[in-house]
T-cell receptor, first 109, second 117 residues
Framework: QKEVEQNSGPLSVPEGAIASLNCTYS??????FFWYRQYSGKSPELIMS????GDKEDGRFTAQLNKASQYVSLLIRDSQPSDSATYLC?????????FGAGTRLFVKA | GAVVSQHPSWVICKSGTSVKIECRSL??????MFWYRQFPKQSLMLMAT?????????EQGVEKDKFLINHASLTLSTLTVTSAHPEDSSFYIC?????????????FGPGTRLTVL
């Protein structure tokens, strides 16, 4: 069974710190990797996508992919209380996308 | 771009009635749409994959006769919860992939909160 694993958290960081969210996946042929943010009571919102090894930066967000280790991470710099949400890792191999259960992030003011 | 809408955003119905939820891609064509269900404080659960012009593919354990899916056009998919019961109360979310795009990004609708009394 193809799996995407995330630490459920909660991960608590102070305002202004770097939040580091991690995700591992089991399917070696996975091709596309995504991070979604989901606020309580809302639907997921795509915040980052990454397709090749290395880092991809977008504003305060950096996604990191290591296909050899089957590992993808999301760094949030200068964390803000508004970043408090559940972050879902999603991995696509072939046609199907598998979502992790999500990591809850709390940013303390 | 890549906006997905859902209607209604919330619905309350009596046990035994049927409820239809619409999912529309507003500014792109979607050959594939997905329907998810999420219970409070739980993760997304994929219910079915909806392909335009063909029958939906249901995940294991999801009753196809209870959750009817119709992908009538490249911009519209509907989910009908038939003979709804209180245990069907949940947050139903659709997502869509842009037709012809190889990157497999999914864009989510805002969700429909269903309460069955």
């Amino acid at each position: 069974q193809k799996e995407v694993e995330q630490n459920s958290g909660p991960l608590s960081v102070p305002e202004g710190a770097i939040a580091s969210l991690n995700c591992t996946y089991s399917d070696r042929v996975s091709q596309s990797f995504f991070w979604y943010r989901q606020y309580s009571g809302k639907s997921p919102e795509l915040i980052m996508s990454i397709y090749s090894n290395g880092d991809k930066e977008d504003g305060r967000f950096t996604a990191q992919l290591n296909k050899a280790s089957q590992y993808v991470s999301l760094l949030i710099r200068d964390s803000q209380p508004s970043d408090s949400a559940t972050y879902l890792c999603a991995v696509t191999g072939g046609f199907k996308t598998i979502f992790g259960a999500g990591t809850r992030l709390f940013v303390k003011a | 771009g890549a906006v997905v809408s859902q209607h209604p955003s919330w619905v309350i119905c009596k046990s035994g009635t049927s409820v239809k939820i619409e999912c529309r891609s507003l500014d792109f064509q979607a050959t594939t749409m997905f329907w998810y269900r999420q219970f409070p404080k739980q993760s997304l659960m994929l219910m079915a994959t909806s392909n335009e012009g063909s029958k939906a593919t249901y995940e294991q354990g999801v009753e196809k006769d209870k959750f009817l899916i119709n992908h009538a056009s490249l911009t519209l998919s509907t989910l009908t919860v038939t003979s709804a019961h209180p245990e069907d109360s949940s947050f139903y979310i659709c997502s869509a992939r842009v037709a012809g795009q190889s990157y497999n990004e999914q864009f989510f609708g805002p969700g429909t909160r269903l309460t069955v009394l």
